[in-house]
Nanobody, 121 residues
């Protein structure tokens, strides 16, 4: 009953930047933690960054200092600003949210469809 729509992926050169966005919609009472994960070809999906409802952020060591996660609670949207991109950042990026749904207020984990980020010359 909750959907995530991701956007902002694409092809960039090493050192370039991209901004990913993820908008949640549906029977949402409250969104708790929001985050981004990525999966490269032949690799396991890994955590990139998360942000709590209170604004506390957490980043994978590989992206610290380069990526910034933020959220707009009024728009039910989370962003991932990716700077100084490297070829090893190439992956499908998935949005993930923990949400309390209407009307039961039960908690659900929801995944987006994924957006492809390719970092290449």
């Amino acid at each position: 009953q909750v959907q995530l729509v991701e956007s902002g992926g694409g092809l960039v050169q090493p050192g370039g930047s991209l901004r990913l966005s993820c908008a949640a919609s549906g029977r949402i009472f409250r969104i708790n933690r929001m985050g981004w994960y990525r999966q490269a070809p032949g690799k396991e999906r890994e955590l990139v960054a998360t942000v709590t409802s209170g604004g506390t952020t957490n980043y994978a060591d590989s992206v610290k200092g380069r990526f910034r996660i933020s959220r707009d609670n009024e728009k039910n949207t989370v962003h991932l600003q990716m700077n100084s991109l490297k070829p090893e950042d190439t992956a499908v990026y998935y949005c993930n949210v923990g949400v309390n749904v209407i009307p039961t207020l039960s908690y659900e984990e929801v995944w987006g469809q994924g957006t492809l980020v390719t970092v290449s010359s």
